[in-house]
């Protein structure tokens, strides 16, 4: 079985759907190809339609409105598991970066990025989805907008966790585990997190969350989306999700029917 570098996400409403506190836990690029999306960034408020894509770097919370027009709302999303090469970021940082999270989308762009899409359900090896990743990362550097997505070469301690943990959200992980994955102790663990003003616990709260975005867009049922994250308790799970994103799981199933 390969592993994908890459994970591809889509997300629809019909009604607009606002949300807070959305984790971007690893690089993503996301292209809204219907309707719009208001995002609000670095107290200002941006909007993003079908010809520019929305480029958020690891660790960062969004906050923003899915506008759906003539009823609909439909975005696609690329989430990059693997940087690109160190010197090309170096490279990059002497340039001077957009004071927005944003990239015209041209012709070749879209040509990679389709590429990427469907790369992520042909389980190729891993060494051809590196060379097929290399090339959109190639493209975006030839467009000065690679060290959007990365911009820097270090990896937070909580990007690691939050990848970790994002390829089975709902399992009982424990933090003794997880540190022994990572080749140290749980204190040590601990220490780096809490350095980075976070916690395991709220890392696989919050990545937790994130999959149920993913699920409920799927319409499942709310209990069997609670279990399939971790929650025997469907009210607890409805609070904490509530808690995360300023909406109800019924409200936010709402807008997509």
Known sequence: MHSSIVQVGQFHSVKNQPLHNVLVYAPTIIWVKKGHKELLWRDHNLEFYHDDWLVIPANQYLTFTNMAQNNVFFSKTITFLQPPPEDWLNTQQSAIQPKEPRIKVTEPLIYCFNILSEMASK?????????LLLGFYQELRSNNALSLLFPSANTSMSENIARYLSVSPGDEHKVETVAKHFSMSRATLIRK???ENTSFRQILTEIRMG?????????HQLLNVALACGYQSQSRFSS???????????QYLNTLK
Do not use: D, N, T, W
């Not at 389980?123 to 060379?131: D, F, H, M, N």
């Not at 904490?240 to 019924?250: N, V």
């Open 123 to 131: 389980k190729l090896s891993r060494g051809a989805q590196e060379q």
């Open 193 to 195: 997190l809490s350095m």
């Open 211 to 219: 999959f149920a975005l993913g699920l409920l867009q799927q319409q």
């Open 240 to 250: 904490r999700f509530k808690q995360q994103f300023g909406i109800s799981p019924k």
